[in-house]
């Protein structure tokens, strides 16, 4: 069964520095997209980046040379390296991976930027 495990999330002060991480297992074929999305209280859950299996990334406007998403395909591990954080990236962050034509998803980690 694919599962996917996240770390990295805490608390941090804003302009601070966070790097997270999810690995996934239980595959039985190729990732070919991984990303990462987040949620914040009363809102609907968004794209944050991912990168696809040839390393082609996407970004939302919002995080666009703050964050940087990058993939080891050998540990089947995604990371997103944020820095320049601000209290609205506070979220619940989550991983997500793309294997053909299905979606698995993390259970979430809290990212919260505050003083």
């Known amino acids: 069964q694919v599962q996917l495990v996240e770390s990295g999330g805490g608390l941090v002060q804003p302009g601070g520095s966070l790097r997270l991480s999810c690995a996934a297992s239980?595959?039985?074929?190729?990732?070919?997209?991984m990303g990462w999305y987040r949620q914040a209280p009363g809102k609907e859950r968004e794209l944050v980046a991912r990168?696809?299996?040839?390393?082609?990334?996407n970004y939302a406007d919002a995080v666009k040379g703050r964050f940087t998403i990058s993939r080891d395909n050998v540990k089947n591990t995604v990371y997103l390296q944020m820095s320049g954080l601000k209290p609205e990236d506070t979220a619940v962050y989550y991983c997500n991976i793309r294997i053909v034509f299905t979606d698995y998803w993390g259970k979430g980690t809290l990212v919260t930027v505050s003083s």
């Open positions: 990168v696809s299996s040839a390393g082609y990334t």
């Open positions: 239980g595959m039985r074929f190729i990732i070919d997209t």
